[in-house]
């Protein structure tokens, strides 16, 4: 069963960086548009940026400038650079495709940014 596991969360004081990491496992990855997501407590979840297939990228205008998404698709791995960090970024952070696919969920990774 095709999954993803993601990584790189952690705890980080506001204005600090983080790196996470997805990696995929679908044989077409190279043809995926994936994306990264995020879950704040008691909010719904919500898309932060995706990346085509063929690198083009498109980003929450709350994160435009600050977060970075890219790919390697021979590693089947989708990093999302986290710089200027905010608190309001603070949640649990899931790849998946885009759009998600109801099956493809991993466990997510939890970014706390502290004030």
């Known amino acids: 069963q095709a999954q993803v596991v993601e990584s790189g969360g952690g705890l980080v004081q506001a204005g600090g960086s983080l790196r996470l990491s997805c990696a995929a496992s679908r044989a077409v990855f190279r043809l995926d548009t994936m994306g990264w997501y995020r879950q704040a407590p008691a909010a719904q979840r919500e898309l932060v940026a995706y990346?085509?297939?063929?690198?083009?990228?498109k980003y929450a205008d709350s994160v435009k400038g600050r977060f970075t998404i890219s790919r390697d698709n021979a590693k089947k791995t989708v990093i999302l650079q986290m710089n200027s960090l905010k608190p309001e970024d603070t949640g649990v952070y899931y790849c998946?495709?885009?759009?998600?696919?109801?099956?493809?969920w991993g466990q997510g990774t939890q970014v706390t940014v502290s004030s």
């Open positions: 990346i085509t297939g063929g690198g083009s990228t």
């Open positions: 998946n495709m885009y759009p998600a696919a109801p099956d493809y």
